[in-house]
T-cell receptor, first 111, second 115 residues
């Protein structure tokens, strides 16, 4: 079955520093979604990537889908305390409607 | 409009008791998912409903777990003879699952504690 690895598991940064989380799959993906979960909250959809090499930006967030469609990354520029939370990747492969959520990267931003 | 709602928000039960968790998806969403999230962990897929198709139960951890979805809307997750390892947050999500649109909208979850 599909194996998903998300790294790092935790990341401490000073406010203003950049942050990147990576999601790697053992199989070629049909698409990948990213979600953010604030402490005590529920996951909230951020973005979906479908095309090989796709890059999407949302303000300070940049999402990339690898050329081989086996990996993806989320980069946050100049982190703020509001960025605190756990970021999950949720890739799908083949024709499956069921995503395999990564274990998430917990971002801690120190003011 | 209203988002996904779940009830109860918290449930404390004794080991061996049965529990029912409810999910009201967003109106018009044909797909419904149940996940389980243990403290500090990722989301573990449990079951998936799509329209009138047979549900995908491949994620259910044991035969003590079952779920149904009535009228293509409300879903109930039932855990029989609860065990302490069942303690977790149970999340429900719905989506339109049409074309390339698979965005999932999550409910607030039910925190289950088995004592």
């Amino acid at each position: 079955g599909q194996q998903v690895m998300q790294i790092p598991q935790y990341q401490h940064v000073q406010e203003g520093e950049d942050f990147t989380t990576y999601c790697n799959s053992s199989t070629t993906l049909s698409n990948i979604q990213w979600y953010k979960q604030r402490p005590g909250g529920h996951p909230v959809f951020l973005i979906q990537l479908v095309k090989s090499g796709e890059v999407k930006k949302q303000k300070r967030l940049t999402f990339q889908f690898g050329e081989a469609k086996k990996n993806s990354s989320l980069h946050i520029t100049a982190t703020q305390t509001t960025d605190v939370g756990t970021y999950f990747c949720a890739p799908r492969s083949g024709g499956s409607y069921i995503p395999t959520f990564g274990r998430g990267t917990s971002l801690i931003v120190h003011p | 409009g209203a988002g996904v709602s779940q009830s109860p928000s918290n449930k404390v039960t004794e080991k061996g008791k049965d529990v029912e968790l409810r999910c009201d998806p967003i109106s018009g969403h044909t797909a419904l998912y149940w996940y389980r999230q243990s403290l500090g962990q990722g989301l573990e897929f449990l079951i998936y409903f799509q329209g009138n198709s047979a549900p995908d139960k491949s994620g259910l951890p044991s035969d003590r777990f079952s779920a149904e979805r009535t009228g293509g809307s409300v879903s109930t997750l039932t855990i029989q003879r609860t065990q302490q390892e069942d303690s977790a947050v149970y999340l429900c999500a719905s989506s339109q699952d049409s074309g390339n649109s698979y965005e999932q909208y999550f409910g607030p979850g039910t925190r289950l504690t088995v004592t």
